[in-house]
């Protein structure tokens, strides 16, 4: 390569880094993280629990939140529902119904959205929890 096309790509490199910080600010965050205790909800159906999730989606963003639990042989109970995305974690409780006892369950959850190209975004876990 030539002195000349190595300086013009050069000054072309130095003239987008101050653009780079900006494109990752705007970058879109998510996190989902289930809680390793579910409580028995009150006042509710008996053997109702409430999946307790941390979420972290982009702020002005509705997401949609899914949640399985399954405690064998024959518990099993999930929930979708909507949240208004704050772009900070938020805590938030689905209640869940499936005739759950106390002691161990497996648990999964899921948050995603999609952007204006119709691209979908999200992230998700799954746990061992504890009812009870």
Do not use: W
């Not at 008996?46 to 518990?75: K, M, N, W, Y």
């Amino acid at each position: 390569m030539s002195t000349r096309l190595l300086a013009f790509i050069a000054v072309c490199a130095a003239a987008l880094v101050p653009f780079a910080p900006a494109a990752v600010a705007g970058s879109t965050s998510f996190s989902m993280q289930i809680d390793r205790v579910a409580p028995f909800a009150l006042n509710a159906p008996p053997g109702t629990i409430i999946l307790r999730l941390e979420i972290q989606c982009p702020a002005g963003d509705f997401a949609l939140v899914r949640a399985h639990v399954t405690q064998s042989p024959t518990a099993f109970g999930s929930d979708a529902t909507f949240v208004s995305c704050t772009g900070t974690k938020q805590a938030y409780g689905m209640i869940i119904s499936g005739g759950f006892t106390a002691g161990t369950a497996d648990a999964d959850a899921t948050v995603t959205f999609y952007d204006v190209n119709d691209i979908s975004h999200g992230a998700g876990d799954i746990r061992t929890i504890m009812i009870g």
